[in-house]
């Protein structure tokens, strides 16, 4: 069974800190991770794909990946109160045409 | 931006009900995807479509559910005979490719089975 792991929190940040959210896969061959942000009660809206080990930034985003750990991982800097949400982390199975997601890690930005 | 639609945004059934769901994916988007969300759970996939076939399901996707791409633009979700436990938020996606690609998602059907 390929699983992603998240901790489901709720993760409480002060409003301008760096929030940090982590992720682990199981399956060793997926190749493509994607952090989607999901509000309650809507779709899953993408933030960010990476697919090559190291770090990609976009913005206040930065996600961070390690296959040898097989650990995936989405800081938020600076971060506001329209940020609070709950962060799915989702690993494209190699061979298979499907995402897999974590059970989501709940954020609240503080004022 | 181009985006994935859905409709119904909700839709209430009796068990044992047919119920149809529609999604016009994004229009140069070959790769279609359902996938469904229990309130408070994962988001799970359901079944993926390419070139008119199903490329793959899961095991929720058993005998009672189909899908279907009538025309060039629609591509649908049938549940032949609705349970209490089909109750879920339903989200179409699509991609230009499974491979690297990303999925873009609809704003999904909450479906309501009574």
């Known amino acids: 069974q390929k699983e992603v792991e998240q901790n489901s929190g709720p993760l409480s940040v002060p409003e301008g800190a760096i929030a940090s959210l982590n992720c682990t896969y199981s399956d060793r061959g997926s190749q493509s991770f994607f952090w989607y942000r999901q509000y309650s009660g809507k779709s899953p809206e993408l933030i960010m794909f990476?697919?090559?080990?190291g770090d990609k930034e976009d913005g206040r985003f930065t996600a961070q990946l390690n296959k040898a750990s097989q650990y995936v991982s989405l800081l938020i800097r600076d971060s506001q109160p329209s940020d609070s949400a709950t962060y799915l982390c989702a690993a494209l199975i190699q061979g298979a045409q499907k995402l897999v997601f974590g059970q989501g890690t709940r954020l609240t930005i503080n004022p | 931006e181009p985006e994935v639609t859905q409709t119904p945004s909700h839709q209430v059934t009796q068990m044992g009900q047919e119920v149809i769901l529609r999604c016009v994916p994004i229009?140069?988007?070959?790769?279609f995807y359902w996938y469904r969300q229990i309130l408070g759970q994962k988001v799970e996939f359901l079944v993926s479509?390419?070139?008119?076939?199903?490329?793959?399901k899961s095991e929720i996707f058993d005998d009672q559910f189909s899908v279907e791409r009538p025309d060039g633009s629609n591509f649908t979700l049938k549940i032949r005979s609705t349970k209490l436990e089909d109750s879920a938020m339903y989200f179409c996606?699509?991609?230009?490719?499974?491979?690297?690609?990303?999925?873009?998602f609809g704003p999904g059907t909450r479906l309501l089975v009574l």
């Open positions: 996606a699509s991609s230009e490719d499974y491979r690297l690609e990303t999925q873009y």
């Open positions: 990476i697919y090559s080990n």
């Open positions: 229009s140069n988007h070959l790769y």
């Open positions: 479509f390419y070139n008119n076939e199903i490329s793959e």
